[in-house]
């Protein structure tokens, strides 16, 4: 059914090839598609990370390309943070291989840390320090320096729009506003690669959109290469070029486009909420309707999801729903990460 294909890459690390149908790649083993043969910013190969006997990593591997922003998403615990903190050099693979820009993290970590920014999970700003101070101390720590230094501190402030409140201590800031200090920190020395562990938890609505905003200026106008992990889907939606979901530290989708998953596991959803529920036959007569699918009926409601592009079904739908029962309320909404994940994996979200 699939052909396999073992590939070297002249640095040394290897992916297998699949020319398998999308189907079959998410029915078997995911662990190492990834079919891609332009530039590489990352290159994760057959990771695996123990602490002690709990395996937190479990045989992943990915590339991120040049100048895309890649989301890695997951539930609590999937290994998002483990797997940023050893490609950032925090903490050591148990084995595989990890190639930034070029660069065997494990050998060349300091070739590497000089063309990395990172906004780590814990955002670690000195709270009593005024938001210059905390700009000033990581301009030493990577060494920018001379006449550019105050010129570049000031330009990265006014970028997060915190210029104004340079002499605050971080203490005063929002939540919203530490993540954008750590993102004009983080950006300081101008990195090549970015690293935002959850870049907008805890962020009030507004500030999640300015740090959109920021994350795709820095793809589009200043090419940078960007790997994200996130638990929202409409943040991986908004600003992610691919994403993958990780649970257990595997994969559980393969890398793609939000519009192609999103297509897969079906672009809308209706949920019907009706007065009395409705036949067994009947939900399966509106599953078998073209465009439909996926149906279920919960305490009245009515789940059904349909492909993106085909609503012509619905007037249908309600008329055959109207024969049994009587329609209280109708919405229409995408799929969400829980939906996604749930359709995959059988499980929730655990939290
Ligand atoms: N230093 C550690 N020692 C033991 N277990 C850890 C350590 N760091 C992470 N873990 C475990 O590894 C799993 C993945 O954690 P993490 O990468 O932080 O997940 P995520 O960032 O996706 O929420 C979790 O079960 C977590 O408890
Ligand atoms: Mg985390």
Known sequence: MSKKEK???????????????????LSIDLQDVDIYDGPVAIRINKLIK????????DN??????????????????????????????LSKPT????????????????????????????????????????????????????????????????????YERKDNPVSTFSGGMKRRLALARALLHDPQLLYLDEPTLGVDVQSRRAIWDYIINLKEKKGKTVLLTTNYLEEANALCDRIAIIDHGKLVVLPNTPAELKQRYGDIIMDI????SITSQLVMHIQNISGINSVTQTNNILKITMSGNDLSSTGNIISLINKESNIKRISQREPNLE???LSLTGTGLRD
């Open 339 to 341: 939906e996604i994940f």
């Open 50 to 57: 123990r602490f002690g006997n709990f395996t937190a990593i």
């Open 60 to 89: 992943l591997s990915l590339i991120v390309k040049y100048g895309e922003i890649f989301g890695l998403l997951g539930p609590n615990g999937s290994g998002k943070t483990t797997t940023i903190n050893i490609i950032s050099g």
């Open 273 to 276: 909420e009706t007065t009395s």
């Open 95 to 162: 084995s595989g291989q990890v190639i930034v820009l070029g660069n065997d993290i494990t050998k060349d970590l300091h070739t590497v840390h000089a063309s990395l920014g990172a906004v780590p999970q814990e955002t670690a700003l000195y709270e009593e320090l005024s938001a210059w101070t905390n700009m000033s101390f990581h301009a030493d720590l990577y060494g920018v320096v001379g006449s550019d230094r105050g010129k570049r501190i000031t330009e990265m402030l006014n970028l997060v729009q915190l």
């Open 7 to 25: 590939k070297v890459f002249s640095d040394g690390s290897e992916i297998i090839e699949n020319n398998r149908s999308l189907d079959d790649q």
